[in-house]
């Protein structure tokens, strides 16, 4: 067994207890990029191949393919008579799912299914700290064991490309390389606790309208390069157990029946082991999906004896249209990770942990290292208590709960501290709270069956205020000295199978906030959502803008500590918030949503790529978050001014604390190519690091690039290729605020 170095950019924050193991799988095609990572998962054990040959001798035909497909929703079936147990699985990204029915989507009303609801996706990667996924992973990773389940359905990794996209608050990044570094720590931290990941939704499912039976089509370049490296990384680096295979198409096969991304890419290039489980109805086809290389079909409730992977599979068996090795191949790799995470011969294998102090710790740090500062002109923030005898708390979102709702997977928890649960956690006695709800959040009732399709059928919320709760939100705020709305949207809002319609913001907020910042210019504007919103009038008209997420469930304690200044907040936007939505990529070129083809257009420039190449000014770009400190970069500076291709670029940046109090900084390293061979780009993250600074403190953060890192997908030859010639190394602590400028050569 051999350690990888810990990267230095990494080393300024907390690592300790990070145990980095064994050197990745062999990369069997593709030639792999970064090769100084600090987090390295166990491989899928191939040591029991010989009791696995000799258990699946013994198995009927029927014993086998019933561990192919779901014999109840999560899980399929056991062959108790050779000691082999359920496969067993669960949701999710927010925290480890309540217990379903065995056969239909209720609740299956135990009294022993809570668990830690942790912060969402977007909050985790606005952490911009690879520590945070790590601890993430770990702790959910605990929680799947302690109620007894062998893969976590999760981490959802697909790349941001339209910002209605209904389930971006669930997802990462629009940023490959962010994407990565998070997804790596996240599968190593879950895996550690004996439990398989499935990485989803494998892949280029970017949106939820039509999601069922859409056909992507992507270029091969841009798949490379934009919506596969935290998938290859989960592999290669991650040593993931499980992929879930998504609903939609790509290139006309459904992803569960796509032999190239299955067997070419994900297996063959990338080198994986471990078991592809369908998104749930996500087969179509036995055959198709079986030699292509989808190991377990799960499904929502039919007869599971129906399934295409149940009774059609064992009659084609027996008719000779499939050949039993392919059942036979699945199996055996169902057998390998089960025996990899001890779900047979169970001895030593970790018990885990549900819902303790522990894991809600780790919800509150990732917490409040997600919060981003937007705006912060008058000063009003941090809250100055010296100066405070009221506080109008208003917003309906100021007590929404969001663990659970919408379509999908949310957690049934003991503990989801609201914003203003948190304020009345935080906030001395003296301090009145004028508490007001200001707007409702409401569907037309006609319209609501369809909140599944919003996209299709336009905005079915109700948008007109309640004068009533206008006017007590207008006279919580008149008689305070500070007011805090909190708007944004909710989990209802923002939902698994649909879209959203625009980026407006429902329920008639827009008009709410604005009579709220005319009854008391002290007003601060909490946003609580997944994704971007048309916050233009927003920003402008207001001097304090906070952006929090569906933040788990020590949520509102971290968010009160924000603004109180307890913690200063260091979260950077994940992706870009645009001014309007004709700014963004797949918009502006018309290429969204499609119909039954959906074509990306836009190639590489997804996200910030596109913003800056075009130069299209966002409302607040990629990358960017303010601290109630204030930071500045020196001496940045690159080791060499020349590189060969197999060498690391070591940048090392001073940055110092100027301000008054303790606080965090990302240094962020793009790199662009001027006079590429190849469409380019303006600027591409290519590293980071974050480092905590005491007031007057100046730390040195050295963040390697290896070389390889530069290179782009050349299709001609299939293979990564880096261009010899200048790059230019960007260092800033935003996508649009560099502030130092190094060209490099490259021979
Ligand atoms: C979602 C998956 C989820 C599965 C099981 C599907 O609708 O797309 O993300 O894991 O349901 O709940």
Redesign the pocket.
Known sequence: MKNKPISTALAFVAIIGISCKREGAVNKGEMDLAMEESYQGTPVSMQYDEKIDSLIAQMTLEEKVGMLHGSSMFATAAVERLGIPEFTMA??PLGV?EEISRDSWAPAGWDNDFATYYPAGGGLAATWNPEMAYRFGNSVGAEARARDKDML?SP?INIIRTPLGGRTYEYFTEDPFLNKKMTVPFVVGVQENDVAVSE??YAANNQETHRDYVDVQIDERTLREIYLPAFKAAVTEGQAYGF?GA?NKFRGDYLCENEYMLQTVLRDQWGFDGIVVS??AAVHDTKKALESGTDIE?GTPKPFDEFYFADALIKAVKEGKIEERYVDRAVKRVLQVMFTIKAIDDEGRKKGELSTEKHFQDAYDIASESIVLLKNDGGLLPINLDNIKSVAVIGNNATKKNALGGF??GVKTKREVTPLEGLKNRLPESVQINYAEGYREGYSENEKAKLGDITLNGPVTLDELDPMLVEEAVNAAKNSDVAIIFAGSNRDYET??SDRASLALPFGQEALIEKVMVANPNTIVVMIAGAPFDLEQISEKSSALVWSWFNGSEGGNALADVLLGDVNPSGKLPWTMPKKLEDSPAHAIDAFPGDSTVVYKEGILVGYRWFDTKEIEPLYPFGYGLSYTEFEFLDVQTDKATYQEDEMIKIDVNVKNIGNITGKETVQVYVSKPNSTVERANKELKGFGKAELKSGETKTISIPIPIKELGYYNVANNSWEVEKGDYHIKVGNSSRNILSNIKITIN
Do not use: T
């Open positions: 949701d999710g799912r359905l959802a989803k939704h879930m609903y998104d749930w799960m999908g997977a698994e199978a």
